[in-house]
């Protein structure tokens, strides 16, 4: 037993003795803990929506390594910039920036906000008439370059310009091309040449870009007349090619002989539009032009200009001289294309002013494939009056031949032309809306420098015609 006692004792003082040790080796960890442990900072860098156009297609979307690529390389400035560290500069990313930027994570001490993606922007632009918009521009440049002989039968012309087709239903723009434009995926590298370009590509002439109207404005002028009550459907005057104000001489291309207002319209008649202005007055024709969105910027997503119609307020000396010139879209008159469309638009609607809309859907959602109208502002004058106005217009297709006849298309087209004087010398642009009848686009052309915007009318209503939907 003293043998087992022995043995027993040795085993116990071993257990105290790694006892002990390990009672020591617990006493230095705990005189010294750790640093407590920090939680990890975590971030996420949220994905920024893309751009779509009205049926899906993809005009701008972000990489992995949140670079902006463009499918398309549609619509520059209408799609905008973003700088090299992803900041938006102008145009929808800028305009539309916190829609599609969303919200990027962060979780540390101190905050825990969970990622959240941008959403997706679906447009009003329909890609394929954007890009016959744009093809149409580039060639009338191609053409400009090649010397025109304005005296000839000659293809549409112009070294640079603008195009705006509405939606009449809707007030959408489904096509807004400037020309010259840029190349959204090589922006960042030709910057400096853009910039330092006396052609301005980066402006959006479109929507900043300032016109005289000259005899597209006509329309306005009509409707000014008709809607006072300073002339009847069959009021006529006489023209002799010439009108005599004071001691100055105004004129029309040629005699044009006895013109009603749909007569006028269809000649392009001044001497008309300078007598219906004299009995109008400017007060009203002043607001009339207002009512078609003259002089004011219209409420779209982007940024415009409002332009300025010529008027006693701001024209000076103000004259009957410029009353008439204010007429047919002259004197101190500057507008954009865009606003020539809301005036083409507004002349569809018979006298239903819409504001244009750029944005279909920001929730990121697919929207309905049918369009949502922009609430009508406020409407003027009758039926009739438009009526007559746009049958003037629609007779003035006759005086379009060849390749660019209207009269091949399938439905009847109301337009008005016009060649403003220009700081270029002159300038060529159209209005007008298709079909006449029952009006789906309305759209405005103005080409610098140029000659023939009439030429272009056929193959935006053939584009039309043969849009691509999804
Ligand atoms: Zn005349």
Redesign the pocket.
Known sequence: MQGRKGSLGMILIGAAAALLLGSAAGTVINAQPPAPEKSPVYRAKAARGRILDRYGSILAYSGEDGSRSYPEDLCPHIIGTLSASGEAQSGIELALDTVLRGQDGLRDSGHNIPVRDGSDVYLTIDSSLQRAAESILEKAAAQYRKGVDYDTAAPYCGKAGAIVILGCESGEVLACASYPDFPLNDFSRRYDSLAADDNSPLLCRALNGLYRPGRTFKPVTAAAALCSGAVRADTRFW?G?HLRLGDTDFS?????GA?DVRRALE?S????FYRAALLTGSSQLTNYARLFGFGQAPRIELPTVPGSFASPENTSPWSEGQLIQAAIGQSTTLCTPLQMAIEALTLAREGSYLEPTVIRSTGGMRPESEPVPNDELYSFGSKEVFDLIKRGMTDSTVYTYGEWALSKLPHPCAVKTGTPQSPRGYDSAVIGFYPADRPEIAFAVMLEGGANAKHTVFEICEAYNKRIQF
Do not use: D, R
């Open positions: 023209c090619s029309c291309v040629k005699p044009h013109a000649l008649c001044n001497i008309y």
